[in-house]
């Protein structure tokens, strides 16, 4: 069966420091690959995609980016953290071909709080 | 604008019906889903229907679609406490051609189900 890891579940990191979060997937192979943010009181906002090693397109201009260096690992990075990038970051896949409804399955997520 | 809206809360006695609400945006969208998210966790897809579907029943829940005024509901019926949760609607778009999908995710409704 497939399996999604996350880490670290929590962090706190100060303004100006660096960020690197982790996301494996287990049981599948070239899957797609999605970073989620969900900021205090809004819905969850895509920022990232991957549909293949080494590709990776961004939804929204912020101060993150990310990286597939493995098919089926994600990174989400920053050099610098801002405030505004305090928010609970969801990894998610689903298969490659679109099926019927192409579920998205998420992992357990991490809470990012930069003070 | 992609805004889905939901309520924010709703509260409800053990053992009486749940609905929550939301209106999404693209009136093209193929899918709608409704993921369940419990404290702390990732989300979980609870129920979808296809967008040529009126109505879908899964055991205690019932999936409502109105296109016409774009429209979508969840209703739990006999709600437990066990279902105390957020719950997000989600609409499905297709991303750089086709190749995969894009979720745009409501703010979440809270669910407070009093034993």
């Known amino acids: 069966s497939q399996t999604i890891h996350q880490w670290p ?8 420091s660096p960020l690197s979060l982790e996301c494996t997937v287990e049981g599948t192979s070239n899957p797609n690959l999605y970073w989620y943010r969900q900021a205090a009181g809004r819905g969850l906002q895509l920022l990232f995609y ?11 201009p912020q101060n993150l980016s990310a990286s597939r260096p493995q098919d089926r690992q994600f990174i989400l990075s920053s ?3 801002l405030l505004s990038d305090s928010g609970f970051y969801l990894c998610a896949w689903s298969v490659q071909w679109l099926n019927s409804y192409n579920e998205q399955f998420f992992g357990p997520g991490t809470r990012l709080t930069v003070l | 604008g992609e805004d889905v809206e939901q309520s924010l809360f709703l509260s409800v006695r053990e053992g009486d019906s749940s609905v929550i609400n939301c209106t999404y945006t693209d009136s093209s969208s193929t899918y709608l889903y409704w993921y369940k998210q419990e404290p702390g ?6 129920t979808y229907i296809f967008s040529n579907m009126d109505m879908k029943q899964d055991q205690r829940l019932t999936v409502l679609l109105n296109k016409k005024d774009k429209h979508l509901s969840l209703r739990i019926a006999d709600t437990q406490t066990g279902d105390s ?3 997000f609607c989600a609409e499905r778009r297709s991303l750089r051609g086709g190749a995969t999908n894009k979720l745009i995710f409501g703010t979440g409704t809270l669910l407070a189900v009093q034993p």
């Open chain 1, 9 to 16: 579940a929590t962090l706190v990191q100060p303004v100006g």
């Open chain 1, 50 to 60: 991957s549909v293949g090693i080494g590709q990776i397109s961004s939804e929204v």
């Open chain 1, 79 to 81: 050099k610098k953290l």
């Open chain 2, 41 to 46: 966790a990732g989300l979980q897809l609870l």
């Open chain 2, 85 to 87: 949760a957020i719950y």
